[in-house]
């Protein structure tokens, strides 16, 4: 059982920076690839960025390429999301997820569907 806590979510004018972060619990978080997901009002959930379990592969949505990078701290069993330049689009709730399923190679799981524990979410409003 993996639990998460996500934190740094708030209300910041087009073209700032927050920093997100995703504490987890127990001691297998090394274990898990780790992905952020993102839901607008009336909107589905979706893929944002993913991690492997080292924390050498990375894959982004292409809509945040060059403004959102994913890190991993495994010592301290957490994941982050700094998110630089941001713009009006991407206001949402954003949540962590971890997926324990072993993948070959350097593929890492986009869809929801494929990550077995959430976080309860934390809002990012965008302000234009």
């Known amino acids: 059982q993996l639990q998460l806590v996500e934190s740094g979510g708030g209300l910041v004018q087009a073209e700032g920076s927050l920093r997100l972060s995703c504490a987890a619990s127990g001691r297998t978080f090394r274990m898990y690839a780790m992905g952020w997901f993102r839901q607008a009002p009336g909107k589905e959930r979706e893929f944002v960025a993913a991690i492997n379990r080292s924390g050498g592969t990375t894959y982004y949505v292409d809509s945040v390429k060059g403004r959102f990078t994913i890190s991993r701290d495994n010592a301290k069993n957490t994941v982050y999301l700094q998110m630089n330049t941001l713009k009006p689009e991407d206001t949402a709730v954003y949540y962590c997820?971890?997926?324990?399923?072993?993948?070959?190679?350097?593929?890492?799981?986009?869809?929801?569907?494929?990550?077995?524990?959430w976080g309860q979410g934390t809002q990012v409003t965008v302000s234009s």
């Open positions: 997820a971890a997926d324990n399923t072993i993948y070959s190679g350097s593929y890492i799981p986009n869809d929801p569907k494929d990550y077995d524990y």
